[in-house]
């Protein structure tokens, strides 16, 4: 299968599946499923970052000091995005983004919810796109990693949707709709970088730093509001089984 297929099927199999995952347990599953999704996802996301995006990144580049140094720079432009534009990944119902009253407070209306994320998906698809023209098996696991991380927050997203407004039908056909952003990038993309071959590097190290500011910036705050002995257990084994699924499917792919 060529590169430009399995760009289009990874960005719409993985949008489809993170909004029906995401529908599946806004408005059938317990907070509890949902907690744990939110630690599996850190896992898939560290485990992507250290595991495959970056040691790839530094392979084409051969500058590791260029590549953390992008990596740097990436994760202050999502800081600085989230302070002015109010970008906030967040990827559980029980945060300052995702309160009720919050939804007034910041002006987050439906419409508004939507916006973001489209730009969101377009972004993943680029991240996508650029993994998969380094190595096939690189986006393979890029774009998971990236269904794991889309479904909690595509759950608040769900959340915020139903509290403005929205019927459980609407919800699901709107983020649907959004997720056709993630194709758009991932094609687009691909056109733009094959001609560009060069700043590939650069753009893995930027989805590293992407990836990282979601996990270490957005999710872990969030785990530390639960502080018992029981809930901490649950949290480093589901981020462990994120990482060990990342790294399984890394050695799977390669064999």
């Known amino acids: 299968m060529s590169v430009l297929l399995w760009i289009i099927a990874a960005s719409i199999f993985g949008g489809a599946l993170s909004v029906l995952g995401a529908a599946l347990f806004a408005l059938n599953a317990s907070m509890k499923w949902i907690n744990a999704l939110v630690s599996y996802a850190i896992g898939a996301l560290l485990g992507a970052v250290f595991l495959n995006i970056l040691p790839e990144a530094v392979e084409l580049s051969g500058d ?10 990436g994760i202050l432009v999502f800081f600085t995005l989230e302070k002015v534009l109010l970008w906030r990944h967040c990827h ?28 969101h ?13 380094t190595d096939v098996n690189l986006g393979i696991v890029t774009a998971l990693a ?27 056909r709107v983020n649907l709709l959004s ?11 691909y056109f733009a970088l094959q001609s560009v071959q060069e700043i590939v590097p ?15 910036a957005d999710l872990i705050p969030g785990l530390h509001k639960r502080t018992q002995l029981h809930d901490t257990l649950q949290q480093v084994l589901l981020i462990g089984a994120g990482v ?12």
């Open 121 to 133: 998906n377009f972004v993943d698809g680029i991240i996508i796109a650029a993994a998969f023209l």
């Open 92 to 119: 559980h119902t029980h945060c300052e983004a995702h309160e009720p009253d919050a939804v007034h407070v910041h002006g987050r209306s439906g419409t508004m919810i939507m916006v973001g994320d489209s730009f």
């Open 179 to 189: 997720s056709l952003a993630t194709l758009v990038g991932g094609v687009l993309a």
């Open 146 to 172: 990236i269904i794991a991380h889309e479904i909690p927050q595509e759950v608040g997203d769900f959340l915020i949707l139903l509290h403005s407004g929205y019927s459980k039908v609407q919800a699901l």
């Open 244 to 255: 060990a699924t990342i790294y399984t499917m890394g050695l799977f792919i390669h064999a």
């Open 202 to 216: 650069a753009l893995l190290s930027l989805a590293a730093a992407s990836m990282l500011y979601v996990a270490v």
């Open 64 to 73: 590791m000091a260029k590549v953390s140094g992008t990596v740097l720079i």
